[in-house]
């Protein structure tokens, strides 16, 4: 597996720790969701059992480990992540993860363990983990993986080396997306879907593969609306109820975001309204919004009614407006 092409600068530091047998026994890997963190994390697995490295350190893809890896079914990997239903990653996923962890591979390689996202661990979990960390099985390294590594424990972001990576430079990802798209999209879709993907070009590609930039752009508009005292937030609640409640939360986050950017750099790139809206908004206003719907990430896991979650949210959203001085006409029932 070759890292992407706004990652071979990162790679080339962990290759070498590769290389030099030196590579941290716990790594957070940190990036917005799209900007390729899983599958660095495949190359950092692959690389440590692939037995033909490249030049730069990277997995052939081709020999017996490798094609395991890719398949997720290598005797050595463990992935965990949330299990269906559930909010949040257990303690007991944890503590099996921590036994396997301790037993020899019958070659005596590496073992790799992913936790992905890790700020869905919960706190029995993340304390079970600090063991692990502290105490580490000769030849065992862990990933943790999160788009929110400020939502992890303290405790438990001192313990890891953390590797950022970032959403590459437009123009970088704009000429990845022509590329990969295969001149499927012109240059407006593949900007519109790398806008409403925040820059990430992996999460550009899902929403140009289905219906999600629609879906996105309905989203947007929903929230502009309201902004300009159109629109009834039950309405907009029920469609996206009905669409994706928890993709909608993580766009929104990312949204918001945005917008927060926009206000601090005062800058005039980007959607003319959403300029516009971000230049009267208070910077610290949105601000405690974004800290508002990261808090309602992990509730939306197994929540029973995720329609009044995101009511809540366009309804916090209505609020943050009125303070900012909005249109009055949309008020909430």
């Known amino acids: 597996m070759k890292p992407l092409p706004w990652q ?10 590769i290389r030099e047998q030196r590579l941290s026994h716990a790594l957070l890997l940190a990036g917005p969701d799209g900007a390729g963190k899983r599958h660095f994390a495949g190359c950092i697995t692959a690389a440590l059992w692939c037995r033909q490295l490249a030049g730069d350190g990277s997995a052939c893809g081709q020999c ?13 990997y463990f992935p965990v992540q949330v299990e269906d239903g559930k909010r949040d990653i257990s303690i007991e996923q944890v503590r099996v993860l921590s ?21 869905a661990l919960n706190v029995n979990g993340v304390n079970a983990l600090l063991k692990t960390i502290e105490e580490p099985t000769p030849g065992s390294h862990l990933m943790l993986i999160s788009a929110r590594p400020q939502a992890l424990a303290a405790t438990l972001r001192s313990r890891c080396q953390r590797v950022r990576l970032p959403a590459p430079a437009r123009e970088v990802a704009l000429d990845w997306l022509r590329k990969t798209a295969g001149g499927k999209h012109d240059d407006a879709t593949l900007s519109a879907a790398l806008d ?9 590609v899902e929403l140009l593969d289905g219906a999600g930039l629609a879906q996105r752009s309905d989203w947007s508009r ?8 159109r629109g009834e937030p039950a309405v907009i609640a029920a469609a996206i109820n009905e669409a994706d409640p928890l993709g909608w939360l993580q766009w929104l986050y990312g949204w918001i975001s945005r917008l927060l950017r ?9 959607d003319a309204a959403l300029v ?12 405690r919004y974004i800290a508002e719907v990261q808090a309602s990430l992990p509730k939306v896991h197994g929540a029973a009614d995720k329609k009044l979650l995101v009511e809540s949210l366009l309804i916090g959203w209505l609020a943050l ?3 900012a001085g909005r249109p009055a006409q949309n008020r909430p029932s």
């Open 262 to 270: 926009m206000r601090i750099a005062a800058t005039a790139d980007g």
């Open 222 to 229: 929903g929230l502009l609306d309201l902004a300009a005292g």
């Open 64 to 76: 017996a480990d490798c094609l395991q890896v890719a398949s997720g079914a290598h005797s050595g």
């Open 99 to 119: 036994e396997k962890l301790t037993m020899t591979q019958y070659d005596g390689r590496a073992k790799v363990a992913i936790i992905e996202p890790a700020d």
């Open 321 to 323: 407006l009125a303070r």
């Open 276 to 287: 516009s809206l971000a230049r009267r908004l208070p910077a610290e206003l949105l601000d």
């Open 196 to 204: 409403h993907a925040f820059g990430a070009p992996l999460k550009a």
């Open 8 to 17: 071979r600068e990162v790679w080339a530091t962990i290759a070498g720790s």
